[in-house]
């Protein structure tokens, strides 16, 4: 079975900027996370989505958005961008969320100018 | 509030050495599942072992073993004569039953000298 999958694997953007970044669960997963890992932060959770409604939200401005597909694809867009916004940004997927273990992407690494 | 603590920020041994890295939780769920990941430097957080808070039964896994005490409320994993493929980030998380959210620790940076 193919493993998450993300795209792009690197991104360069200036301040100001809008980026989206796409990420393809696990087949017959259906429940996707974003986390954002920077060294100062760490791994902090962004958003869930399920069944195409955003279920869970982490402490983040408004700025970070996503949404999620009918095929259970998932994007996540980021509005005006920051430097503060460089970071290396991780998808996983599960079943169906909630109890089952999280698979990662290689995540997007977005550098931001 | 839920949090995990990774003291040791960075391990460096020699091959075939054993090393044991730390994690502490905190947390006031009573069902909560724990997690380590390995993250080698191309970045995927690649799964190792998941726990749930009912089940402390220790598990070994050809090299690799973990530790779960919920006395302590630490659950470690140690690495049995070490290999240089070993070398990476490793984190350990902590979720609640009901929650997608993943918290987790700083991360240990794992050094396996030849």
């Known amino acids: 079975k193919a493993g998450v999958t993300q795209t792009p694997r690197y991104l360069i953007k200036t301040r100001g900027q809008q980026v989206t970044l796409s990420c393809s669960p696990i087949?017959?997963?259906?429940?996707v996370s974003w986390y954002q890992q920077t060294p100062g932060q760490g791994l902090q959770f962004l958003f869930e989505y399920f069944s195409e409604t955003q279920r869970n939200k982490g402490n983040f401005p408004g700025r970070f958005s996503g949404r999620q597909f009918s095929n259970s694809r998932s994007e996540m867009n980021v509005s005006t961008l920051e430097l503060g916004d460089s970071a290396l940004y991780l998808c996983?997927?599960?079943?169906?969320?909630?109890?089952?273990?999280?698979?990662f992407g290689p995540g997007t690494r977005l550098l931001v100018l | 509030a839920q949090k995990v603590t990774q003291a040791q920020t960075e391990i460096s041994v020699v091959e075939k050495e054993d090393v044991t890295l730390d994690c502490v939780y905190e947390?006031?769920?009573?069902?909560?599942?724990l997690f380590w990941y390995k993250q080698p430097p191309s970045g995927e957080l690649v799964f190792l072992i998941r726990?749930?808070?009912?089940?402390?039964q220790n598990e070994i896994s050809g090299r690799y073993s973990w530790n779960f005490q919920k006395s302590t409320s630490s659950f470690n994993f140690t690495i049995t004569a070490s290999q240089v493929v070993d070398s990476a980030v490793y984190f350990c998380a902590l979720k609640s039953a009901g929650a997608q959210k993943l918290v987790f620790g700083q991360g240990t940076r794992l050094t396996i000298n030849p």
């Open positions: 947390t006031r769920d009573t069902t909560y599942y």
């Open positions: 087949s017959g997963h259906r429940s």
């Open positions: 996983a997927s599960s079943l169906r969320g909630q109890v089952e273990t999280q698979y």
């Open positions: 726990r749930n808070s009912f089940d402390e």
